[in-house]
């Protein structure tokens, strides 16, 4: 499978080229073009978070309940993917590592990594995010995807990242939710909300974009909605 990233980095798409019997799994709805020998079909099941329980697990993240897969027939297929939002795309190998992402985070991968929904307790609860988080594991490539630019971050020791702009990071990192200034009003009142806290050695990968933040912002200017 070769991945190729276009239009990089404010409105990237992905272009991927599968050899004979190749599949690419992604998010319902992300398949821009594909030529014709490709064979689409809609699945539940995906590695350890598959068959109905992981369909409904996803959707309770704010995943899609299906996923989308692409078996190339012959060499040579191809498939034009983008993500919903604008922004950037990465490409992450796993290789029997275990990498957790923001639900909206994930957009395609190779059929050997499994997807899982890993529960990240009550600290991602504070945090503002999503409660649960993609557990992505096995072998093969992965198309993340981040709202403005995506960039990764070398973690040895101790980081602190603020959680609106986490896209994923490596499961060898520990970490916690904290506020970002001495108190709560000071963190409130300076603007910065909770802070995710990394410990350990691994990479994070941040994108330049707060998708919450961008919402309030831009629905504040938004007139009131009449009533029908």
Known sequence: MNIEL???PDSAI????????EELVAQAGCMIAMNGS???S????????GGILGGLKRMVAGESLFLSVFRSPIAGGEVF?????MGDLLVYEIKGQELVVQATSYLASESGVDIDIGFQGFKSLF?????????????GLV???S????????????????????VAFEKSLNFDITKAGSSLLSAFLGGEGLVCRFKGQGNVYCQTHNPGAFGSQVGSQLPPRSAE
């Open 6 to 8: 276009l239009h990089q």
């Open 14 to 21: 992905a272009r991927v080229v599968l050899d004979a019997n």
């Open 38 to 40: 490709i064979n689409a």
């Open 42 to 49: 809609t699945t539940l099941r995906q590695g350890k978070g």
């Open 81 to 85: 993917l983008a993500p919903k939002l």
């Open 127 to 139: 945090s503002g995010e999503s409660i649960f988080w993609l557990s992505l594991s096995g072998y």
């Open 143 to 145: 198309l993340l995807t």
């Open 147 to 166: 709202f403005g630019g995506i960039y990764k971050i070398p973690v040895n020791g101790e980081y602190v990242v603020d959680t609106g702009h986490i």
